[in-house]
């Protein structure tokens, strides 16, 4: 059932008793209305309304998606391919799956809806390999809406004509990055593109003008389009309308992910209120708010000051709004919404180097600094878990993160390097400290040793 | 390699017909790439240099372009696994809620080393990264079924239902 706080669009019949999914259940819920009327409009309109509507990307990037669409050049004779990038998989968010699992139909109408505006005629979705039954569920509800004329030749008598088709990853990271996907669609190494001049809107797939969208920001098309983009503007904030869908999880007793209206309540609210609050006994440390790559909040910040729009405000951690720049007061980001808690109990040594490791393994090592880099990193937090932690690893940690920043392809160079930056920032004297009683442990046990053979 | 593995390499009919379905959707064949691969792995389990040579011969590529895939994507298996392939997540939110632990009695109770077949030839163990199910963590895909809230007790209960299922001989 959703929480009394949840404002749900995407979400609105995903938990409903009796609610399949299936093309039965989301036509007699009004299905397929919205590409219905689309289609019967100008291209241009519908680009118009997504761009009134302010959608900003839902994969983290939170680039507007009207904007994006708004860089294919109207001249261009060359065709355009739409490709709806369901490789979630940035450590902690899992709402995608929840959109391609509960109700696909809304996201093939979205695809659709989108593919008829961006004038595309051949459009994919690019599925993480681990989703089998994701991809499963997308290639029977596309053959069930090509059956009903939604998909394919001619759709609903417009003569306008897309094909969809569901393109299956291979368990790697960077392929959600939207030119590595490119690639990997292309069946090669998904190698990232430098932009520019690579942007896929001009140069993407096949060289082609190329639009890449979340799987959610293509599901708010679908609303955005079917309330008109001003109204739907109305919903949430200017910085963050709509609605958002966060995934929670980590140490709070009840997991999940809450749609919210963008801006309505704040983090407070969703680890204390609709996530049930810590552990018995448990204090909160801090919280990654967007995704493992957006840096660690810890929970005695504060940020005193004004914001962009010039409102002064006083806010604890707690007080951070459910939008998409609040956590830029607090030297992160909203990134793709995904909230990991971490209570008292947590190591954050271990906490590091299970990201670590991540990025690591996730390297697709093209760019040395990312791939060395990331490797050393990881190198080090295992070291220290291993127990030989100095008490200069911190300040390593932080250098040889902060020479990999800014110096790669793409956007994996950050994704390394903020954890590390964000955890020795707020953490440093828990990893100093970790060091001296690794000595200390390490000390005694020479002791011990010296004594027995003595 | 060898020259003509792509005569010698058997492949089902239903297979053969499932990649001429699939290869002209895409608009250039190179494309097709990771939908054949995962057919042809389908069948075999995993993909030899004789499979990697078929493939690569059907996309009209040179070998090397389909070898470099099957070394960069961890899908793609260049060994057989065991008849039950069990992939715990290892990432943060799972690893908070005892991901580690579970991996670890999964090796015990096969008695195997991580990304090795177990002896008995039941199960390969591995980790995968965050496998976006962060709100059921920890949890642990079998193969291509995701089991979610994987405590001691369903660790257990997953460990039975792999013997029992692998001794029928499935």
Known sequence: MPHPKERRLLLSHADEPGYTGSYEDYTARGGYKTLEAAIRREPAEIKKEVLDANIRGRGGALFPAGRKWGFLDPNSDKPVYLICNADESEPGTFKDRQLIHKDPHQLIEGMMISAYATGTKLAFIYIRGEMFGGARILEEAIEKARANNLVGENILGSGYSCDLIVHRGAGSYICGEETGL??????????????????????GLYMCPTIVNNVETLCQVKHAVELGGKEYAKIGVPN?????????????????????????????DLIYDMGGGLREGRSLLGFIPGGSSTKVIKYDQRYRGKLQDGTEVDWGVEDIPLDCDGCNYFGSSSGSAAVMVMDDTTDVVMALANLNAFYAHESCGQCTPCREGSLWLKKITHRMIAG?????????????????????????????????????????????????????ERAAREQETTAAVA | METNATDTFELSEEARAEIDRVVPRYPEIRSAALPVLYIVQGEK???SNEAIEWVSARLELEPINI??????????????????????????????????????????????????????GAVTVEYVECIASCHTAPVVQIDEELYHN??????????????SETKSGS
Request: net charge negative; hydrophobic share 35%.
């Open chain 1, 182 to 203: 490119i690639e990997s669609l292309e069946g090669k190494r998904p190698y990232p593109r430098l932009k520019p001049p690579f942007f896929p809107a001009a140069k």
């Open chain 1, 240 to 268: 963050c309308t709509g609605t958002r869908i966060w995934s929670l999880s980590g140490h709070v007793n009840n997991p999940g992910y809450f749609e919210v209206e963008g801006g309505a309540y704040t983090f407070g």
């Open chain 1, 388 to 440: 030989e932690a100095r008490e200069e690893d911190a300040d390593l940690l932080k250098s040889i993160a902060d020479q990999v920043e800014g110096r790669t392809i793409c956007a994996h160079g950050e994704a390394v390097a903020w954890p590390v930056q964000g955890f020795i920032l707020r953490f440093r004297d828990e990893f100093i400290d970790y060091a001296r009683r690794q000595a200390r």
């Open chain 2, 45 to 47: 389990g995993y993909l």
């Open chain 2, 67 to 120: 070898y470099e895939l099957v070394t960069f994507y961890p899908m793609l298996l260049r060994e057989p696994t065991g008849k039950r392939h069990v992939k715990v997540c290892r990432t943060l939110s799972c690893a908070l809620n005892g991901a580690y632990r579970v991996c670890d009695r999964f090796r015990e109770a096969f008695d195997c080393e991580l990304d090795e077949v177990s002896p008995d």
């Open chain 2, 150 to 163: 994987v405590d001691e007790d369903r660790t257990e209960e997953l460990i039975q239902m792999i013997r």
